[in-house]
């Protein structure tokens, strides 16, 4: 989807950067227009993917900070990540979005999740180990006995997420991972159309 909306400002003629982080920055490049920075774009993106690091904690915030302070230029940021912190860490993410919004640039937030996985917790009723891929903790248990505790917790977080959004004047788009690209970008595009 990030190599779409890229292409699509390429159309349009608007110049692009990146910023791809994990546990630390791994690439950031200011926008440009040139043919040869988008194939480089388009070449990050696809490390980013094919290298993806296994067992590092994403501390959002930190970068959205970093970002919001790097873009000099009124920006349009699309920002796609599963928006999962620790509870201690919630407040600082919402912080770092509006530290984007005060510099005044437009944000798009994708939130990123599995549908069957990480909302419905559609896992069968035998013993299984769960395992956090930030920080490799895990817990052991059968999917039915926290089932519905979890699909509340998600759902609640989910609507603080839309809440804050709409307070900070973000764009939110429900992307589940299983779902076309084609998909997700219509819905955007419609809804942009619509809202302006």
Same mark, same amino acid.
């Given at each position: 989807?990030?190599?779409?909306?890229? =292409?699509?400002?390429?159309?349009?003629?608007?110049?692009?950067?990146?910023?791809?982080?994990?546990?630390? +920055?791994?690439?950031?490049?200011?926008?440009?227009?040139?043919?040869?920075?988008?194939?480089?774009?388009?070449?990050?993106? =696809?490390?980013?993917?094919?290298?993806?690091?296994?067992?590092?904690?994403?501390?959002?915030?930190?970068?959205?900070?970093?970002?919001?302070?790097?873009?000099?230029?009124?920006?349009?940021?699309?920002?796609?990540?599963?928006?999962?912190?620790?509870?201690?860490?919630?407040?600082?993410?919402?912080?770092?979005?509006?530290?984007?919004?005060?510099?005044?640039?437009?944000?798009?937030?994708?939130?990123?999740?599995?549908?069957?996985?990480?909302?419905?917790?559609?896992?069968?009723?035998?013993?299984?180990?769960?395992?956090?891929?930030?920080?490799?903790?895990?817990?052991?248990?059968?999917?039915?006995?926290?089932?519905?505790? +979890?699909?509340?917790?998600?759902?609640?977080?989910?609507?603080?997420?839309?809440?804050?959004?709409?307070?900070?004047?973000?764009? +939110?788009?429900?992307?589940?991972?299983?779902?076309?690209?084609?998909?997700?970008?219509?819905? +955007?595009?419609?809804?942009?159309?619509?809202?302006?």
């Amino acid at each position: 989807a990030s190599a779409a909306i890229m =292409n699509l400002m390429k159309r349009q003629r608007d110049a692009i950067g990146l910023s791809v982080y994990s546990d630390e +920055y791994e690439f950031y490049t200011s926008e440009k227009g040139s043919e040869r920075h988008h194939q480089m774009l388009l070449q990050k993106l =696809n490390e980013a993917l094919l290298f993806s690091k296994e067992k590092s904690q994403t501390k959002t915030y930190e970068h959205l900070h970093l970002i919001a302070e790097k873009l000099k230029r009124r920006s349009l940021v699309f920002l796609f990540t599963d928006m999962f912190q620790s509870d201690a860490e919630a407040e600082k993410l919402f912080e770092a979005l509006q530290h984007l919004k005060y510099n005044k640039h437009e944000v798009i937030l994708f939130h990123t999740f599995d549908k069957k996985r990480e909302v419905n917790f559609d896992f069968s009723n035998r013993p299984k180990r769960f395992v956090d891929v930030e920080t490799g903790e895990h817990v052991n248990l059968y999917a039915d006995n926290i089932k519905e505790q +979890y699909e509340e917790a998600v759902q609640n977080y989910f609507a603080e997420l839309q809440l804050r959004c709409a307070q900070y004047r973000i764009k +939110y788009v429900l992307t589940d991972i299983n779902e076309s690209f084609n998909k997700i970008l219509t819905t +955007y595009l419609v809804e942009r159309q619509k809202f302006g």
